[in-house]
């Protein structure tokens, strides 16, 4: 099973990026997804998750209202649209999924994309 992140970048303060996952080696699609954060210096932190439909969506308090969190089942794959970035989010950005259907524990982990935001 592999997690692959990409989509990570250098960009100004007030800037967008979007994050891609794409998983392979086994579907996920009645599973949870989510992306956390490290930055340095600092413990791994949760960003937003989404259930297995996309139905229902959750955010850190630091996020929410700037990014956006989706899924394509069809090809398995989970991403975060990041607007209105500030040089806090700078960090490295993991995808992660959960083996467990309405489980919200992240057993799977994609190797990371680093995310740069300049003031």
């Known amino acids: 099973v592999q997690l692959q992140a990409s989509g990570g970048g250098l960009v100004q303060a007030g800037g967008s990026l979007r994050l891609s996952c794409a998983a392979s080696g086994r579907t996920f699609s009645r599973n949870p997804m989510a992306w956390l954060r490290q930055a340095p210096g600092k413990e791994r932190e949760f960003v937003a998750a989404?259930?297995?439909?996309?139905?229902?969506?959750y955010y850190s308090d630091s996020v929410k209202g700037r990014f956006t969190i989706s899924r394509d089942n069809a090809k398995n794959t989970v991403a975060l649209q990041m607007n209105s970035l500030k040089p806090e989010d700078t960090a490295v950005y993991y995808c992660?999924?959960?083996?467990?259907?309405?489980?919200?524990?992240?057993?799977?982990w994609g190797q990371g994309t680093q995310v740069t935001v300049s003031s």
């Open positions: 989404v259930s297995w439909n996309g139905g229902s969506t």
């Open positions: 992660a999924a959960s083996s467990n259907s309405g489980i919200y524990q992240w057993d799977y």
